[in-house]
């Protein structure tokens, strides 16, 4: 199975566009999911397929995925972004998890 | 879009075990996977295995071989989680997450904490 690395931190500025990149061997080749979690709650799925946002995910929200890296990125920031982020993709039968990126909106 | 809905927070000695049960509802229980998520206190997600209820199959996370074992009761669309030989490395909130087979993890309960201590 594969490893996903996430940087451990992202800073944006409100209004910013923020980024936050999962890297993994030939990661494009499997879809690539987005969670938010913020303090002392279950995560919440924010991109799916890639680039699929579920019902009520606001459009800031999108993502990416080729070659070895998938991307999450949220246009005009807002502060109650502010949370971590994990992405996640399925390796034969086994669910991988990347380490996590906090955001933080200053 | 299923609701899931956890037992309550357990506090285990080391060397027990702790069944942590995920009740699902608003959606057909047998239509879904339900997966179980670790996370320790402030690190990240860890996976540990999934069941399909509508044939009791189960995959397990090679970490949670021989230590998790996952049922699930159809009549009472309810999953559970139950982990062994507990020691203080297991001392984290546990999460059940509802998927299509393969798919993103839909919905996710509250989460349970169990303590071993």
């Known amino acids: 199975s594969f490893d996903l690395t996430q940087p451990p931190s992202v800073s944006v500025s409100p209004g910013q566009t923020a980024t936050i990149a999962c890297s993994g061997n030939?990661?494009?080749?499997?879809?690539a999911s987005w969670y938010q979690q913020k303090p002392g709650q279950p995560p919440v799925l924010v991109i799916y397929?890639?680039?699929k946002r579920p019902s009520g995910i606001p459009e800031r929200f999108s993502g990416s995925n080729s070659g070895n890296t998938a991307t999450l990125t949220i246009s005009g920031t807002q502060a109650m972004d502010e949370a971590d982020y994990y992405c996640?993709?399925?390796?034969?039968?086994?669910?991988?998890f990347g380490g996590g990126t906090k955001l933080t909106v200053l | 879009q299923v609701q899931l809905v956890q037992s309550g927070t357990e506090v285990k000695k080391p060397g027990s075990s702790v069944k942590v049960s995920c009740n699902a509802s608003?959606?057909?229980?047998?239509?879904?996977?339900i997966n179980w998520v670790r996370q320790a206190p402030g690190q990240g997600l860890q996976w540990m295995g999934v069941?399909?209820?509508?044939?009791?199959?189960?995959i397990y996370a090679e970490r949670f071989q021989g230590s998790v074992t996952l049922s699930a009761d159809e009549s009472t669309s309810t999953a559970y989680m139950e982990l062994n030989r507990l020691t203080s490395i297991d001392t984290a909130v546990y999460y059940c997450?509802?998927?299509?087979?393969?798919?993103?993890?839909?919905?996710w309960g509250q989460g349970t904490l169990v303590t071993v201590s």
């Open positions: 997450a509802s998927a299509l087979k393969g798919g993103p993890f839909e919905s």
């Open positions: 608003g959606g057909a229980f047998t239509t879904y996977t």
């Open positions: 069941i399909i209820p509508v044939s009791g199959t189960t």
């Open positions: 030939k990661l494009g080749d499997e879809y």
């Open positions: 397929q890639d680039v």
């Open positions: 996640q993709a399925w390796d034969t039968n086994n669910v991988v």
